[in-house]
């Protein structure tokens, strides 16, 4: 059985960034229907509905008759990851985190603008993510519909939902903007560090 996990800020605490009816229809009805068809799509599965949520996403990657089962858990996934990547209160960036993110881009504004044009080079739904590869270096990807670094052997350390329900309230077609606000007021720069560390 698959859980809505708990939204770790309150629903509107984000605001002016990120609305309070966003959130409500974002996490309250997008992320839970996810999580519904996930466990309709798993219940008579046990060989899949016994498995922790990263391993059924591998598993289930690149193989057309579980193609439903990969959506619907990666974007369980997704959702609580995009969540925890967002703070209410501004998170000063480590020094060194600051340092690493120099090392790989130069300059944290230049990371900024990187992973901007990420997100807007992603045509229709998809997410943007600050990934690491097996030697520990950084880099930013984008991936179509419900796609994630999992699939790749990354492994993430930040995300931003692009799908047009994530901003179209508060931004309308906009989603540079989301994007840009969310990385300067909203980053939690702990769960980056904590995901760089693992
Ligand atoms: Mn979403």
Same mark, same amino acid.
């Given at each position: 059985?698959?859980?809505?996990?708990?939204?770790?800020?309150?629903?509107?605490?984000?605001?002016?960034?990120?609305?309070?009816?966003?959130?409500?229809?974002?996490?309250?009805?997008?992320?839970?229907?996810?999580?519904?068809? =996930?466990?309709?799509?798993?219940?008579?599965?046990?060989?899949?509905?016994?498995?922790?949520?990263?391993?059924?996403?591998?598993?289930?990657?690149?193989?057309?008759?579980?193609?439903?089962?990969?959506?619907?858990?990666?974007?369980?996934?997704?959702?609580?990851?995009?969540?925890?990547?967002?703070?209410?209160?501004?998170?000063?960036?480590?020094?060194?985190?600051?340092?690493?993110?120099?090392?790989?881009?130069?300059? =944290?504004?230049?990371?900024?603008?990187?992973?901007?044009?990420?997100? =807007?080079?992603?045509?229709?739904?998809?997410?943007?993510?600050?990934?690491?590869?097996?030697?520990?270096?950084?880099?930013?990807?984008?991936?179509?519909?419900?796609?994630?670094? =999992?699939?790749?052997?990354?492994?993430?350390?930040?995300?931003?939902?692009?799908?047009?329900?994530?901003?179209?309230?508060?931004?309308?077609?906009?989603?540079?903007?989301?994007?840009?606000?969310?990385?300067?007021?909203?980053?939690?720069?702990?769960?980056?560090?904590?995901?760089?560390?693992?």
């Amino acid at each position: 059985m698959w859980l809505l996990k708990k939204l770790p800020f309150e629903k509107n605490s984000l605001e002016p960034i990120i609305s309070e009816k966003t959130i409500d229809f974002h996490y309250g009805k997008h992320h839970q229907t996810y999580v519904n068809k =996930l466990n309709d799509l798993t219940k008579e599965k046990p060989e899949l509905n016994s498995l922790i949520l990263e391993d059924l996403i591998k598993k289930s990657a690149n193989n057309d008759e579980l193609k439903a089962i990969f959506n619907n858990a990666a974007q369980v996934f997704n959702h609580d990851f995009f969540w925890q990547s967002l703070s209410p209160e501004k998170k000063e960036i480590s020094s060194k985190l600051l340092a690493k993110i120099e090392e790989d881009f130069t300059s =944290l504004e230049n990371f900024k603008e990187e992973f901007i044009q990420s997100a =807007l080079a992603q045509f229709g739904s998809g997410w943007a993510w600050l990934v690491k590869n097996k030697e520990n270096k950084l880099g930013i990807i984008k991936t179509a519909n419900a796609d994630n670094p =999992l699939s790749k052997d990354l492994t993430p350390l930040f995300a931003i939902d692009v799908w047009e329900h994530a901003y179209y309230l508060d931004y309308q077609n906009k989603r540079a903007e989301f994007v840009e606000a969310i990385l300067d007021n909203l980053v939690n720069w702990d769960f980056v560090e904590k995901n760089l560390e693992k």
